[in-house]
């Protein structure tokens, strides 16, 4: 089992920013390529970003690329989201996940096996 708790949602004007992170626990924390992903109201889960095991390669959905940065730091155990210039569409509840690396990157949500509770971010306009 892989415990995951995310941190840092909140409200914030549009073109603001805020950083999210995610303390893994239960697991060593680098056997795993890691997501970020969303939910909106009435809408389905839709993937983010991720990261490989080792921080190597990321991949971003094409709303979020050049805005948004996610990061790992493995002696912490902790994923981060720095998300600049956000729009009110971000709004959300943004979750971590995790997917065992041996299963390659993915971005589908379905594919994630372990996720956080997730943390409430508030675009206003």
């Known amino acids: 089992q892989v415990q995951l708790v995310e941190n840092g949602g909140g409200l914030v004007q549009a073109g603001g920013s805020l950083r999210l992170s995610c303390a893994a626990s239960?697991?060593?924390?680098?056997?795993?390529?890691m997501g970020w992903l969303r939910q909106a109201p009435g809408q389905e889960r839709e993937f983010v970003a991720a990261?490989?095991?080792?921080?190597?390669?990321?991949l971003y959905a094409d709303s979020v690329k050049d805005r948004f940065t996610i990061s790992r730091n493995n002696a912490k155990n902790t994923l981060y989201l720095q998300m600049n210039i956000l729009k009110p569409e971000d709004t959300a509840v943004y979750y971590c996940?995790?997917?065992?690396?041996?299963?390659?990157?993915?971005?589908?949500?379905?594919?994630?096996?372990?996720w956080g509770q997730g943390t409430q971010v508030t675009v206003s306009s």
């Open positions: 996940a995790a997917r065992y690396y041996g299963y390659g990157a993915s971005y589908n949500p379905q594919d994630y096996t372990y």
């Open positions: 990261i490989s095991r080792f921080g190597k390669t990321t």
């Open positions: 239960g697991r060593t924390f680098s056997d795993y390529n």
